[in-house]
């Protein structure tokens, strides 16, 4: 099983990115998808998350009318559209996959974002 974030780096804040995960390995439909963000010292906190078939999703408070998470299963993505970034957005962000009918979930190995002018 493979999952790989990419698309962080370094924005100004109200710039915008836009992070994609790409999974392998597992039926991706069958599988719920979630963001995570991190930072030194905090613990790990959930962004935003999609169900298997994309048709339910849920924005934390934090970054709500900001981001956006969606799903490509034909092409086995997932993504988050960050827009109106501040200098509190950055983090470590982790794509997670967890099954549908079970308790199996797989993280990605992160991508860092930096929102700084």
């Known amino acids: 099983v493979s999952v790989v974030e990419s698309g962080g780096g370094l924005v100004e804040p109200g710039g915008s990115l836009t992070l994609t995960c790409k999974c392998s390995g597992v039926p991706f439909d069958e599988y719920h998808a979630s963001w995570h963000r991190q930072t030194p010292g905090k613990e790990r906190e959930l962004v935003a998350f999609?169900?298997?078939?994309?048709?339910?999703?849920r924005i934390v408070d934090a970054v709500k009318g900001r981001f956006t998470i969606s799903r490509d299963n034909d092409r086995d993505l997932v993504s988050l559209e960050m827009n109106s970034l501040k200098p509190e957005d950055t983090a470590v962000y982790y794509c997670k996959i967890q099954g549908m009918s079970s308790n199996t979930e797989f993280w990605g190995q992160g991508t860092p974002v930096t929102v700084s002018s």
């Open positions: 999609i169900t298997g078939d994309g048709n339910n999703a």
